[in-house]
């Protein structure tokens, strides 16, 4: 039974899901006269500059906090772990088509963002809330008046709240810190749920003030590890360069403990590295960028796209060069423990901490950034019951580090694997994902209004129109006038 249902799940993670958000990458990067690579130099710097129209509020995230917390929720152990494993399976390759990947995905990410801030509501205190259950709401149901906007709604809310139960981001902390100091995975497992509780009780504002801080050391931190090891190895440069872009069109014979691959091998690991670590099209960063105090929802959209540039381009390839250069990549090795070789083999002893040190960055950043995620599902299923969500809402956040820690306990305890859960947690968020490109194919059209508006207010690009709305409370309002 398990054996069959492990299938289906590898199978909608392969072709069926790489396919529809390659799709969707090459179509709205298409439509959109490919935005993300045209204006790359503007998206990366916009995270840093300041934007006199938007004024601190203490019930929003400022648009800095929320793609922190974004970011700190995509960037994740398997930005060390699972990338390794990409490059030892399907070869250097493997990268090309990753970065190719997280390029669409950025495109992705920038739309899902933007609708999700367009179609987001204000809530009694001012705060803003806003995702895929909302813009499926209001622009599949209200919108278009489609009767399946619920069943979708419901199916995508309850595929992503699945996760809450099985997250295996505290068991892969506490087994890199419990390891490396030779210490019982009971104790970091216990530091991770002080340090969530510490961090989530504060509410949404709180967690976007401590990603604020977390998210660009821990990134600056790793990468720098990273840079420290290839300068060291910099005469290997372009032999690595050479093994991914050969790799990416040819296929790669076995040498060392690599089994060979073909283009096709390198494609698929490629891609679906790229969507399991950047998220795009999943729905889920959408949810906290919603609550953004931006005055224009593609300001937003693009801090998604920087969001997914800093998840692959940066911390991903950070880790597939290392592993590269230093020539482990054919060892045999997969996972953490081939990114913790090519580490070791440079830096000695030390490096185990540093990775050691990541992965509780990393993994902390994740556990408290999808809390915000579980937090906003709630809040629109039950939106009309004030007293019933607040007692929910309160359960949910002094439960939340609890089922992860039962978790390493069991683990520990029983001897077994959590390997089997990682199949029940990866069918949940498939259909998500599946439910959130579709529901975007649909509606990308106000994507591309939106983005016009944009281009003729900041970048002089066409004639903005004074009767177009940037929110869709607005529209509604508008529309209530005229009636």
């Known amino acids: 039974?398990?054996?069959?249902?492990?299938?289906?799940?590898?199978?909608?993670?392969?072709?069926?899901l790489l396919a529809i958000v390659l799709i969707a990458g090459i179509y709205f990067s298409?439509?959109?006269?490919?935005?993300?690579?045209?204006?790359?130099?503007k998206i990366l710097a916009h995270p840093f500059k300041k934007d006199k129209d938007i004024v601190d509020d203490k019930n929003k995230l400022?648009?800095?906090?929320?793609?922190?917390i974004a970011i700190g929720g995509c960037v994740g152990v398997s930005n060390i772990s699972g990338v390794a494993t990409a490059v030892a399976t399907g070869g250097p390759g493997a990268v090309?088509?990753?970065?190719v990947a997280a390029l669409l995905g950025m495109c992705i990410k920038m739309v899902e963002v933007s609708l999700a801030v367009y179609y987001r509501t204000t809530k009694p205190d001012g705060s803003f809330k806003g995702g895929p259950t909302y813009y499926i709401q209001k622009a599949i149901g209200e919108e278009r008046k489609l009767g399946f906007w619920k069943p979708l709604s419901i199916m995508f809310g309850v595929g992503l709240f699945t996760t809450y139960f099985l997250t295996l981001q505290n068991y892969t902390i506490s087994e890199a810190v419990g390891s490396t100091f030779n210490i019982s995975y009971i104790i970091p497992s216990l530091v991770v749920v002080a340090c969530a509780y510490a961090i989530i009780a504060g509410g949404l504002k709180k967690v976007g003030e401590i990603a604020g801080l977390l998210v660009p050391f821990m990134c600056i931190f790793y990468v720098g590890c990273a840079l420290?090891?290839?300068?060291?190895?910099?005469t290997a440069i372009p032999n690595t360069f050479a093994l991914i872009f050969k790799g990416a069109f040819t296929t790669q014979a076995a040498t060392g403990g690599f089994a060979g691959a073909t283009v096709a091998t390198a494609m698929r690991f490629g891609f679906?590295?790229?969507?399991?670590?950047n998220e795009a099209g999943w729905g889920t960063s959408p949810m906290v960028h919603a609550t953004a105090g931006t005055?224009?929802?593609?300001?937003?959209?693009?801090l998604g796209a920087f969001e997914v540039f800093v998840d692959t381009m940066v911390v991903c390839s950070m880790t597939a060069i290392v592993v590269i250069t230093t020539g482990f990549w054919n060892s045999g090795l997969t996972g953490a423990n081939l990114t913790l070789t090519a580490f070791e083999s440079v830096m000695g002893g030390g490096a185990r901490i540093a990775i050691a040190v990541s992965i509780f960055l990393f993994g902390l950043t994740t556990i408290t950034g999808w809390y915000t995620y579980f937090e906003a599902i709630i809040d629109h299923a039950i939106s009309d019951d004030v007293k019933s969500k607040k007692t929910i809402l309160y359960f949910v956040k002094m439960f939340y580090p609890i089922p992860a820690f039962i978790l390493v306990v069991l683990t520990v305890y029983t001897g077994g694997t959590p390997a089997q859960l990682w199949t029940f947690a990866d069918f949940a968020t498939v259909i998500p994902t599946f439910i959130n490109v579709f529901v975007l194919l649909i509606i990308g059209k106000k994507f591309f209004e939106l983005l016009d508006d944009y281009k003729a207010r900041y970048l002089g690009v066409g004639k903005v129109d004074p009767n177009f709305k940037l929110f869709y409370e607005d529209t509604l309002k508008a529309q209530s006038k005229n009636k």
């Open 1 to 16: 039974m398990y054996e069959a249902f492990a299938k289906l799940t590898g199978f909608l993670w392969g072709v069926p």
């Open 96 to 99: 090309f088509w990753l970065w």
């Open 228 to 234: 420290f090891i290839i300068a060291l190895n910099i």
């Open 30 to 41: 298409f439509m959109s006269k490919f935005f993300q690579l045209r204006y790359l130099g």
């Open 272 to 277: 679906a590295r790229s969507v399991y670590s």
């Open 62 to 68: 400022t648009p800095f906090q929320a793609v922190s």
């Open 295 to 302: 005055n224009h929802p593609i300001k937003q959209g693009m």
